[in-house]
């Protein structure tokens, strides 16, 4: 089998088998072994199902395309003109179709050898067509790459991870619960039986719906999956639903993700209106027609992989000029069309359409404003965290909430540079935000929730300043890391039973295990490692690319330099709120010995997960002797024309967008290794002081910085602004509207409806005084009769539905009579 | 001749067909007469049910030919663009009325739609103990109505049908509702025959200005003014008959459907060639009718019979309601106002969209404001309903678009497909109320909380029909609201955007209403030691409704196959007729008149495809 069929089937059977799992635990969840146990067993082998086969993926994709290091040329432009050959049409192998699979197309682009300007090796096609009219076709289909395989390894294996830690520490929900965060009317606290399968059930769904992110192969399939993942974490963070707290966190989730599906709408009507295809890569209709995909619209093979404003999008945004043409050759029309496509080319030099790729980029990208949590949509991230710690490890911290920066790098080809920019100053503004509130968090899981915000944050302001690798590599370096850290954080509330880090402290002597992976996670986040030896941890690596992206996009816009201070300012933070949590958590003396006393390593089932993510968050970033590792893999996938310089200043003043390679010049590369190195230092050494040596009190920082505290602990307000803002509005709208109802239209009716009831009393009184017991059978009967109902006493009632019974009967009846005497005329 | 000639009719659909419509309002006649004595109810329901569900299997025979094997005369086939199982006897030929019938993929899944809501509907009707008998009489009788609207294909009849159905919803609504029934009674009577009213002037405009005489032979033949069944002299004679009288200036007069849309939409449209106050017939005759079917649909600001009918009506007559009645409008729209009168269509489409997008966002912020249960469903009816008319309405097959239809077409696919899932999600949401209400007696929203632990199996069926409200990816809410709003960026940016926003609203008035009814701790309420599983039938009309909602969700083609034909073919009849039109207007004459200038123009239009054609 070749790679073209091979990988959507491996794939494609790795991201169904959880949805299998998803039914068999829903219909016969309560009866899988006791108390539902076996629901886990099920939920397990159906990931592990998975995560083999995406392994099978992985190594068939490298044994065709072996991961090397990409040899870098520092012109820009020889590649772009070596590639114009490699890159045309003719390479797409738009012919072949699969049948023997079900699919109803295949394509494969391979353009290999063209450098990394050149067509990455993608293989598409479509399982599923939801509907066809005309041009316009929506389909459930694939887009297989190396970042795709490479996200379907990442995924099913921390989802592996944290299904065998959820069989551990979901235990409790086996048996009945009593909820003690839960107060009846009566005084007693909330006495359940344990719902142990339903978590699994959920779990599996949301596995199926995340990988149907991952190997969509188009946006409209995307938006599918995408809220799909947002129902699914709304079971899941309201998976004690008898919280209040719980169920308020689920719907916050859903409808703030709602208000980012909102744009991501907008950004999808822009396209779809204006090209009429989703699909990324070229495709074949059900006519067999071959139709061109986003990509090659917005980055023509023939004009070298460059951004352009596609046809479809210069012909809507000059639809009056394009009617203009069209009427003026009315009498010739196929001149007409022609004249249109003539005349394409000059009305895209003046303009027309940039603002519509614009608006399509940023609307796509509110989507992952709302998914990835990013300012101003990241509020509903932390109370996320009032779902159980494995989902908060997967759901929100690993992978949904990493799909946002997965899509702005898949959909990187057609954002603009203005795009960009926008995503890198909202990137730029959440990680420092999110940095500042986890400084003052006592929660140890919204420490980490902050601190996912902020990662988050990095991701984006990467792909934002033109760092494509540098964002996707630290996606996947983060997920090992940051799941590990959730991971640890549930083994330390599992052990504590609570989530307060006041009440820790201590705990690495009973805990080894736990301590000790969690201080991999955090020397992994950070980003820890030796400069000049270039060695580290995963989380160096991929933070460093980020740095000197950043610093090179610095260099070159100086005006632009805030969005460095911020990535190494942001790092700073970061060392010293994840180091501040470790040391609070595990270091020094109890702050609370009954918390103390009843602690206790977690059991093996749940340590097993803590070391396999500690391994790979060590490892992740490492890269062979050889050239193998997962951002040389990366690299493979990276979008045609994507890696050299742009030029942007539709929303700001002319800027660059600097190629990605030329961040790895030794200056940059130095400078930034030595800025990560230095705060990253600075950040230990101060929570050190602050919570180890204690040579600096943490309450009296807090009490000489008093307002900023306050403003810090209070999450600078955006809950009570938002709800002053946005949620007390809307509110007041609906009331608004719901009293013009009754206040305004029903008013006005009523008024209509009395003077109806005074014409049909003079009506009756005519008829009782001059057509006097004459039922004629039309209309005006019926509605005299209709109004007269009010007044009827229920014994007449039958006399009436009789009356119309055979009255409709009689109308019929008549029609036969009159058909017989037509036949007979 | 007795009733020979009515037996040996040639038409393979007749029998068909005229079980479907006519075997309710027959067993309702059956059980006027006092052949079951008083006090046996429930062989009453048994009749009924029976009933329906024979109806039901009839109508699945015709409709998916693949159950029961292919290939009887009097089935429908599936794909297929045009009118089929016409039925064409005269009725009362003075007027040239016919008992003309007739399902293609738009009205067919319709029938089907209202035939299977009808069985759930008799099975919800249980437990309602009041005058039981004259309750199954009317709620048969308003099936007949229901499918009457939908396969009529004369104007008078379809009025006809439209005005049997009004009655019984009347009766239903104001003698088995609750506390104010008759308020919400003869408020639906009101606004619905003020509809009627003005449906009846804009049908006898269109009658008497009509003339099959314009048409060409095969237009006549086509649309049944002369019944294809006539072979050779006949024909000829009867063809001849209209010719004549055409070129005596005596128009021959028309209700039907296929020859009023023939009319509308020829050259010289007769209705478009005269004016009253300043305004043509035909967008007089649109405006009318178009009042009368929003007035059903309903949108805003006619819609507020909606929450009172929903609030007052028992749960059975609920789902009817929300299930059928309300697709009647859509239907009316689809069917009536566009293809007859296409000018004016063209001109009122921003209204059209426009009240659309109104009622999809008022509508969801009404919904969000409820107290009531109900009300509030009630209201997101309102909201999805706009989905249809916006729909409907995105005519963007213009001159600046090339007239590409695609988009437009996908509205209007969209919109039938909204219709189809509106009609099994809001039917299993007002079930699902109604479910609860027959336990607790009342319908507060604050006054649930803790249904997920007390009647689990329930609040699972439950939540997930409101998923599917919800407009999830998976369920049958999705396809529509996602095909509608795609479709309606090419008409208008402005209303697309708002029919985008209507997304945050729609998850935020159902998410809170699952919150504060099926989540928290504990049941709030009065009767609360009432709230027992859920019945064997009550699960017989729940999962149903549950497993089509998926279904239809994730393969939407089962839909598409009977509606994409023939919705793309009348769309893509209307853009062609859109651009003569334009053609006639700039440039009067000059435009592609010949066969073959069209199929280049066509050509060129293709190449000009929207993706672009590198």
Known sequence: MDLESLLPTLLGLAWLLPLVSFAVILFAGPRLGDHGKGAAGVATAAIVGSFVLSLLAFISWVAQHPVHA???????????????????????????????????????????????????????????????????????????????????????????????????????????????????????????????????????????????????????????????????????IGFYYERKSASNAANKAFIVNRIGDFGMLIGLMALWGALGTLHFADSTGLDGHARPGLFSLVRPPVARHAQLVPDGMVKFAAAEKVAEVLRSHADDPRAGVEQVEAKVEDWRREGYGKWLLLVAGLGIFCGCIGKSAQFPLFVWLPDAMEG?????????????????????????????????????????????????????????????????????????????????????????????????????????????????????GGLAKVMPWTSGTMLVGCLAIIGAGVPFLDIGLSGYYSKDSIL??????????????????????GAMLTAFYMFRLWFMTF????????????????????????????????????????????????????????????LGGLLFRAFTVPAEHASHAHNIHVTASLTAFATAASGVLLAAAMYVWRVISPAAVAAAAKPLYTFLANRWYFDEIYRFLFVLPVLGMSRLVSATDTGVIDKFIEGLAWGAKQVAGFDAWLDRTFIDGFVNGTANATWHAGLELKKLQTGQLRQYVMFIALGTVAIFVLAGLLLHSSFAG | MGIAPILAVTQPAFWPLT?????????????????????????????????????????????????????????????????????????????????????????????????????LAAAASWPIEKHVRPYWILFLLLETGMIGVFVSLDFFLFYVFWEVMLLPMYFLIGIWGGPRREY????????????????????????????????????????????????????????????????????????????????????????????????????????????????????????TWLPDAHVEAPTPISMILAGVLLKLGGYGIIRICYPICPGAGLSFAWLVCGLGVVSMVYGAFAALAQKDFKRMVAY???????????????????????????????????????????????????????????????????????????????????????????????????????????????????????????????????????????????????????????????????????????????????????????????????????????????????????????????????????????
């Open chain 1, 70 to 236: 990409v040899a870098h040329d520092d012109h820009g432009g020889a590649h772009a003109s070596a590639d114009g050959a490699h890159g045309s049409p003719a390479s797409h192998d738009s012919a072949s179709s699969h049948d023997s699979q079900g699919s109803e197309s295949a394509h494969r682009t391979v353009d290999e050898g063209a450098g990394h300007a050149g067509q990455p090796v993608s293989y598409s096609g479509d399982w599923y067509t939801l509907y066809e009219g005309g041009r316009l076709r929506l389909t459930i289909g694939w887009y297989v790459d190396a970042l795709t395989v490479l996200m379907f390894v990442m995924i099913t294996f921390i989802a592996t991870c944290i299904h065998v830690y959820a069989s551990g520490y979901m235990h409790d929900e086996l048996h009945d619960i009593t909820d003690h965060e839960v107060h009846l009317a009566d005084g007693s606290h909330l006495h359940r039986p344990g719902r142990f399968h339903r978590f699994f059930q959920a779990l599996s769904l949301f596995c199926f719906s995340m990988l149907g992110i991952v190997i969509a192969g188009n946006l409209a399939m995307v938006f599918i999956f995408w809220e799909l993942v947002g129902i699914c974490s709304w079971f899941l």
């Open chain 1, 388 to 504: 159980p710690t494995p989902v908060s490890a997967l759901v929100h911290s690993a992978t949904m909430v990493a799909a946002g920066v997965y899509l702005v790098g898949r959909f990187y080809p057609v954002l603009t540079p203005d795009a960009l920019l926008v995503i890198a100053y909202v990137g730029a503004i959440t990680l420092f935000i999110a940095a500042t509130i986890a400084l003052v968090a006592n929660d140890i899981k919204r420490v980490l929730a902050y601190s996912t915000v902020s990662q988050l944050g990095y991701m984006m302001l990467a792909l934002g300043v033109g760092g494509w690798l540098a964002g996707l590599f630290h996606l996947v370096t983060h997920a090992f890391f940051k799941s590990l850290l959730f991971l640890c954080s549930g083994s330390v509330i599992h052990a504590c039973h609570t989530n307060d880090m006041r009440k820790m």
């Open chain 1, 548 to 569: 000197a992206q950043a610093l090179l996009f610095a260099r070159e816009n100086p005006s632009h330099s805030i969005l460095f201070y911020a990535v190494a300012g």
């Open chain 1, 587 to 646: 270091a020094g003396q109890p702050r609370d010995h009954h918390v103390h006393e009843h602690a206790h390593e977690s059991p093996p089932v749940m340590v097993y997960p803590l070391v396999a993510l500690s391994v790979l968050a060590v490892v992740a970033g490492w890269t062979l002797p050889g050239g193998f590792g997962i951002a040389n893999m990366i690299d493979q996938a990276r979008p045609a024309g994507t890696g050299g310089t742009e």
């Open chain 2, 19 to 119: 079980l479907i419509l006519f075997l309710p309002a027959i067993v309702a006649g059956i059980l006027a007469l006092p052949l079951i004595p008083r006090g046996k109810d429930d062989s009453i329901r048994w009749v009924g049910l029976a009933t329906t569900i024979a109806v039901f299997v009839l109508s699945l025979w015709m409709a998916v030919p693949a159950i029961f094997g292919t290939g009887s005369a009097g089935q429908f086939t599936v794909g297929e663009a045009g009118m089929q199982a016409v039925v064409d006897q005269p009725w009362i030929p003075a007027f040239n009325i016919n008992y003309l019938l007739g399902v293609d993929g738009i009205s067919m899944p319709l029938v089907l739609l209202t035939t299977f809501l009808s069985v």
């Open chain 2, 184 to 303: 919400a009674a003869i408020k639906f009577f009101l606004y619905t025959l003020a509809g009627s009213v003005l449906m009846l002037l804009a049908i006898l405009m269109l009658y008497f200005a009509s003339d099959v005489g314009t048409l060409s032979d095969e237009q006549l033949i086509a649309s049944h003014v002369v019944s294809p069944v006539l072979e050779g002299t006949e024909r000829t004679a009867a063809l001849a008959a209209i010719h004549s009288a055409h070129d005596a200036g005596k128009p021959v007069h028309t209700f039907n459907l296929l020859a009023l849309a023939a009319i509308g939409q020829s050259q010289n449209s007769p209705f478009a060639a005269t004016s009253f106050w300043g305004m043509t017939l035909e967008s007089w005759a649109f405006l009318l009718l178009l009042i009368g079917f929003v007035i059903k649909v309903p949108v805003v600001p006619v819609h």
């Open chain 2, 380 to 614: 997101s009816s309102v909201s999805h309903m706009g989905y249809v008319m916006l729909g409907l309405g995105v005519w963007s097959a213009v001159d600046g678009h090339g007239y590409q239809w695609d988009a437009w077409a996908q509205g209007v696919n969209g919109a039938m497909f909204q219709m189809l899932a509106h009609g099994i999600s809001s039917a299993g949401m007002f079930f699902m109320v109604g479910v609860l209400y027959d336990r607790v007696h009342h319908r507060n929203l604050e006054e649930f909380g803790g249904i997920f632990n007390r009647m689990p199996l329930y609040a699972s069926l439950a939540v997930a029909i409101f998923f599917a409200g919800l407009g999830l990816p998976g369920m049958c809410g999705f396809i529509g609201e996602v095909l509608v709003t795609l479709s309606s960026w090419n008409y208008s940016r402005l209303l697309a955007v708002c029919s985008a926003f209507t997304v945050i609203l729609t998850a935020a008035y159902i998410l809170w209403a699952i919150q504060r009814v099926y989540l928290g701790a504990e049941y709030k309420g009065p009767h609360g030691d009432h709230l027992t599983p859920m019945t064997r039938r009550e699960l017989a009309i729940a999962v149903p409704l549950v497993v089509l909602a998926v279904v239809f969700g994730v393969a939407p083609q089962l839909i598409f196959n009977y509606v994409t034909p023939t919705v793309n073919r009348q769309v893509e009849t209307l853009a062609e007729w859109t651009r003569g039109h334009d053609g006639a207007s700039a440039s009067a004459g000059a435009a592609a008149s010949t066969d073959s200038e069209k199929a280049e123009f066509q050509a060129a239009i293709d190449s000009f495809s929207v993706g672009g054609g590198r």
